[in-house]
């Protein structure tokens, strides 16, 4: 059976090089080199097996997953991603589980130019925490206090499908492959992030759910919020998924683990935003309107009031 230095070997043995690295892995801690004039951007979330991914999902999946989530903290922030740290927790020192779990790590950190720079590896409860490193000039990262009364909302991508494919698994219902990749391997929007910088007031990503996360931007900023749940994109997946309009909207709303960007600019940056998307190559949809006060009006389409409280997974036609 490998030991931890077999692990840390294997890990080190994968990483990808950046020039900005003075000491990667393998002494008592990394020495990185920021450019001059750079804020840096420093995101940590923990994945827990079973409490933030089912149990039974593939270890390269895991590994994805470990790192998008803390880009997308980082896209959240419009800030580039540069390095990232890793605590990994396991049972039993496995190589093959922790080459598997390389496979999908790596493949979003090189498609970022993301360098691992050290970390841990210890024995316990199977848990993954990464700690992402970004850059921003100052006064550029977007945060959650700059909406305005008068903005407008966006979103990117189909919110929903990640809450659809969760909804499936614990049903042990029908897994869409489509819809279990966007729970499985979200997108960090990164490269959006990036593309609105100077042009949104406040940006948040979606990790606990639509009417949640756009809820802190409310509270940070001030200001409440006009939404119309139509608006929001619905997937085909998720549409084929669930045919109940009000489960499908529910989903859509409250859904977590979409790790989209929910943002705020002003209508004079309509073009802009648009063009932000079209450059980052991520769909991006208007969905409401910052208002004074305070709180989140849900409306349909017709602007009929709609609340999320009376949809259960019960409407769930998976
Ligand atoms: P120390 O006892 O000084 O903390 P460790 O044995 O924990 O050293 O780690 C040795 C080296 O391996 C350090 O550079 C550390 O950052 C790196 N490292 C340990 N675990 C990981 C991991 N899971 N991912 C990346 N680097 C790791
Ligand atoms: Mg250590």
């Known amino acids: 059976m490998a030991g931890e230095f077999d692990l840390i070997d294997r890990i080190r043995a994968r990483v990808l090089a950046r020039a900005d690295v003075a000491l990667g892995i393998g002494d008592d801690a990394a020495l990185l080199q920021p450019p001059l004039g750079r804020q840096l951007v420093v995101a940590m979330d923990t994945l827990n097996s079973g409490v933030h991914f089912p149990p039974a999902t593939a270890p390269a999946d895991i590994g994805w997953k470990a790192l998008a989530v803390n880009l997308s903290d980082l896209a959240a922030m419009g800030a580039l991603p540069a390095w990232c740290t890793l605590s990994l927790s396991m049972p039993e020192p496995d190589p093959v589980w922790v080459d598997a779990f390389l496979d999908g790590f790596d493949a979003l950190a090189r498609a970022h130019d993301v360098a691992l720079v050290g970390g841990d590896t210890t024995r316990g409860p199977l848990s993954v925490c990464?700690?992402?490193?970004?850059?921003?000039?100052?006064?550029?990262?977007?945060?959650?206090?700059?909406?305005?009364?008068?903005?407008?909302?966006?979103?990117?991508?189909?919110?929903?499908?990640?809450?659809?494919?969760?909804?499936?698994?614990?049903?042990?219902?029908?897994?869409?492959?489509?819809?279990?990749?966007?729970?499985?391997?979200?997108?960090?929007?990164?490269?959006?992030?990036?593309?609105?910088?100077?042009?949104?007031?406040?940006?948040?990503?979606?990790?606990?759910?639509?009417?949640?996360?756009?809820?802190?931007?409310?509270?940070?900023?001030?200001?409440?919020?006009?939404?119309?749940?139509?608006?929001?994109?619905?997937?085909?997946?998720?549409?084929?998924?669930?045919?109940?309009?009000?489960?499908?909207?529910?989903?859509?709303?409250?859904?977590?683990?979409?790790?989209?960007?929910?943002?705020?600019?002003?209508?004079?940056?309509?073009?802009?935003?648009?063009?932000?998307?079209?450059?980052?190559?991520?769909?991006?949809?208007r969905i409401g309107r910052m208002i004074e006060g305070a709180g989140i009006a849900v409306s349909t389409g017709e602007g009929a009031p709609w609340s999320p409280a009376r949809a259960g997974w019960d409407h769930f036609a998976g």
């Open 130 to 285: 990464v700690t992402a490193f970004g850059l921003v000039a100052p006064g550029a990262a977007l945060r959650r206090n700059g909406a305005q009364a008068g903005d407008d909302i966006w979103i990117s991508g189909t919110p929903g499908d990640a809450a659809a494919a969760l909804a499936q698994w614990s049903d042990g219902g029908t897994r869409d492959p489509v819809l279990r990749a966007r729970l499985d391997r979200p997108t960090p929007r990164v490269e959006l992030g990036l593309a609105l910088a100077g042009h949104a007031h406040a940006a948040i990503d979606v990790s606990d759910g639509l009417l949640a996360d756009l809820g802190h931007v409310c509270r940070a900023s001030g200001v409440g919020a006009m939404l119309d749940i139509d608006a929001v994109p619905v997937s085909a997946a998720l549409r084929n998924a669930v045919d109940d309009v009000h489960a499908r909207r529910a989903l859509q709303a409250s859904g977590g683990d979409d790790y989209e960007l929910c943002f705020t600019a002003p209508v004079s940056a309509r073009d802009a935003i648009v063009a932000a998307g079209a450059a980052s190559a991520t769909p991006v949809a």
